[in-house]
């Protein structure tokens, strides 16, 4: 954003233009060519969320461990009483 501060969309009233009007120009500078390695939002798909299923092995493990040293501490704790 060079040095601006504000959202990108926040632009005021004096300094306002429609997206699709730079795309055009920018098209129109690049010469329109479409450019093949360039993601557009067109080309977005949504995936997902969450954990991949290696992920969520990952963390039930830990988890697991997290549980097991919390019992042998409070075994521990127990048996020092």
Excluded: C, F, Q
Aim: charged share 25%.
């Amino acid at each position: 954003m060079l040095g601006y501060r504000g959202h990108i969309l926040s632009k005021s009233r004096v300094y306002s233009t429609i997206y699709a009007a730079l795309r055009a120009e920018r098209a129109h500078h690049v010469g329109h060519i479409e450019i093949p390695d360039a993601i557009t939002d067109r080309h977005w798909r949504y995936v997902g969320s969450g954990r991949t299923p290696g992920a969520a092995l990952i963390a039930a493990g830990i988890a697991d461990d997290i549980a097991m040293n919390r019992e042998v501490a409070r075994e521990e704790r127990e048996a020092s009483r």
